[in-house]
């Protein structure tokens, strides 16, 4: 049977990730976490202050060439994990820090082209479960199968500060739930890749199910796909 490729794409903590990386296991496809990336080159930019009281967006996409990313698998837990110019910084991406700006690195046209020309480079053999914003839409608009997950604000920053407490963050309920609402906003209303679902994509909406639940059904319906379009 042939490979597909798998797009999934929504909002922020929809368990878009969790549901990805569970379905390239099953299928034993690869899978990239395309936040990761963004994520990473915030960092870069936070760590070089190009970002943060005073931005220097020029002064970034000048640097953007000396910035390396690669996913390494962990040795232990078989996880792929970001490195930045050779530096684990897997954790350190996922801090509030990052997310309060990240949405603004994602909206530089320069930083989104060369971020679109590695994940495509990376999924040009197929067999590939990639999560993100605009992977449907821009990065594999021909991806075989397309999934859109949603679920409520609430729901989401629930999730999102239970995972935050339990790395030890000091964040509060009201200030993950706005870092959300925000993100939401501006990842669907900037210029260039808003986040939108594809005509053709699939929407699963999480709110009141369990995310075992939803991907045993996205699990049956990828198999059946592949059967069809591998
Ligand atoms: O999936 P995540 O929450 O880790 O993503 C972090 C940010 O990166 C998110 O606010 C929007 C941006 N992003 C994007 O613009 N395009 C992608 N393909 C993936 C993420």
């Keep these: 049977m042939g490979k597909i490729t798998i797009a999934v794409d929504g909002y922020s903590s929809t368990g878009k990730s969790t549901i990805a990386k569970r379905l390239a296991t099953a299928l034993g496809y690869i899978y990239v976490d395309t936040g990761a990336m963004y994520r990473a080159v915030t960092l870069y930019a936070l760590n070089n202050g190009f970002i943060g009281t005073q931005d220097d967006i020029p002064g970034l996409v000048k640097q953007l060439p000396k910035i390396k990313l690669k996913f390494v698998p962990n040795k232990e837990t078989g996880r792929s994990e970001m490195y930045l110019n050779g530096e684990n910084v897997e954790e350190e991406i996922r801090t509030m820090k990052v997310s309060r700006q990240v949405s603004k690195v994602a909206a530089i046209g320069e930083v989104r082209t060369k971020l679109v020309e590695m994940q495509q480079q990376m999924g040009k053999d197929k067999g590939i ?71 053709d994509a699939i929407e699963f909406d999480n709110s009141d199910m369990g995310l075992e639940e939803q991907f045993e059904r996205i699990h049956e319906f990828a198999k059946r796909v592949i059967a069809k379009e591998g």
């Design 129 to 199: 479960v990639m999560d993100g914003r605009d992977i449907g839409t821009v990065v594999f608009p021909e991806a075989e199968l397309k999934l859109f997950m949603t679920a409520s604000p609430e729901i989401r920053a629930t999730r999102r500060y239970k995972e935050l407490l339990d790395k030890g963050e000091k964040v509060t309920f009201a200030e993950v739930l706005k870092n959300v609402q925000e993100r939401d906003r501006i990842d669907s209303t900037r210029s260039i890749s808003p986040l939108k679902k594809a005509k």
